[in-house]
């Protein structure tokens, strides 16, 4: 479960080989992205019963706060530090490559609804133009996401400062 503050960004992202790749190159996509706010938390389970009623089922309105990623997918979370108050660069939150398929179910504590459709919002943008700091918080998961070609077994960063070093020693070129 990752507790999200305002600003912070999830990145899904799957691989793709030059055979299924819609333009012949094999790299990276991002399949969907949350803008997170305040009290929204993330989910990561490979159990269903972890889940709220109804939360595995688009049809039930869930649909836009579900992900449901493959093998070989990464997830990568990234937002301001949490320990520190003097610095803002964003850095990198949280980073897993799922060995199996997983459900992300994206949690609120504040749920909204669209004003046109009965179904639950989560992660939509909060302004229609990105701002600097939104491209350089997704730019930091991006990068951390697609550094290493496979990240190996289960390998799961979650602590804000075990995370920044990863991040340090995959720009660096070190695993």
């Known amino acids: 479960r990752w507790p999200c503050r305002a600003g912070d960004y999830v990145l899904w992202l799957r691989w793709f080989n030059p055979i299924d790749s819609p333009d012949g190159r094999a790299s990276f996509r991002i399949m969907d992205s949350w803008e997170l706010r305040d009290g929204d938390h993330i989910l990561l389970?490979?159990?269903e019963c972890?889940?709220?009623p109804g939360a595995s089922d688009p049809s039930a309105g869930a649909a836009l706060n579900v992900w449901q990623p493959l093998p070989g997918d990464r997830l990568a979370w990234s937002g301001r530090p949490r320990n520190r108050h003097d610095d803002d660069a964003p850095v990198l939150l949280g980073l897993v490559e799922c060995l199996e398929p997983i459900v992300v179910y994206g949690d609120s504590a504040r749920p909204r609804t669209h004003p046109e459709f009965?179904?639950?919002l989560f992660g939509e943008p909060t302004s229609e133009e990105l701002t600097p700091h939104a491209y350089a918080t997704m730019?930091?998961?991006w990068?951390?996401?697609i550094s290493q070609p496979a990240m190996g077994?289960?390998?799961d960063v979650?602590?804000?400062e075990d995370a920044l070093n990863l991040f340090r020693r995959l720009i660096a070129g070190r695993p």
Do not use: E, F, I
């Open 45 to 47: 389970t490979g159990r």
């Open 139 to 141: 730019g930091v998961a």
């Open 50 to 52: 972890d889940l709220p």
């Open 158 to 160: 979650n602590d804000p």
């Open 143 to 145: 990068k951390a996401a």
């Open 153 to 155: 077994a289960g390998r």
């Open 118 to 120: 009965p179904m639950q």
